[in-house]
C-alpha cells in the first residue's frame, strides 16, 4: 500500500458516511465514493478522523464551526460546520466528550485559515 497516496486523499476527505456496509467518502470538490466497508473499518484506516455520530467521522481539518441550540427537550442539540458549509449533527451519546475537543479544533482551524489569507 501506498502511504503517501493515502495520506494525500485524506486531506482531501471532508467527511465519512456510514450507510449499513458501505462507507461514502465526501470529498472537498463535492465529489462521492461509494465503499463496500462498513464506517468502522473506514475510519480506522484515517485515525485523526474523529467519530461524531454513529453514522458520520470528519476530518478535524476541515471542522470550521460548532454549533449548540436548545431543543424542546432542554437538552443541546449540537451540530458541527465543516469547510464546505455543510452541517453535521454530533449524536447526544458523544456530545459530552466531544464537546471541548470540536471546539478546540474549530478555533484553531479558524485562527490558521485567517493567518494563512493575511499571508497570501
Known amino acids: 500500500m501506498n502511504h503517501r497516496l493515502t ?4 486531506l482531501q476527505i471532508a467527511y465519512l458516511e456510514g450507510d449499513g456496509n458501505y462507507t461514502k467518502t465526501h470529498n472537498m470538490s463535492g465529489y462521492t ?3 463496500r466497508s462498513t464506517l468502522a473499518y473506514s475510519a480506522e ?3 485523526s478522523f474523529v467519530r461524531i455520530h454513529k453514522q458520520y467521522a470528519v476530518n478535524p481539518d476541515r471542522i470550521m464551526a ?8 432542554k437538552r443541546p442539540c449540537i451540530e458541527i460546520v465543516l469547510s464546505t458549509k455543510k452541517r453535521l449533527p454530533v449524536s447526544e451519546r458523544r456530545a459530552e466528550q466531544l464537546l471541548p475537543l470540536l471546539q478546540q479544533i474549530a478555533s484553531r482551524n479558524k485562527r490558521w485559515k485567517a493567518d494563512y489569507r493575511y499571508q497570501k
Open 7 to 10: 495520506f494525500s486523499f485524506a
Open 33 to 35: 465514493c461509494v465503499r
Open 45 to 47: 484506516r484515517y485515525p
Open 66 to 73: 460548532v454549533v449548540c441550540r436548545t431543543r424542546l427537550r
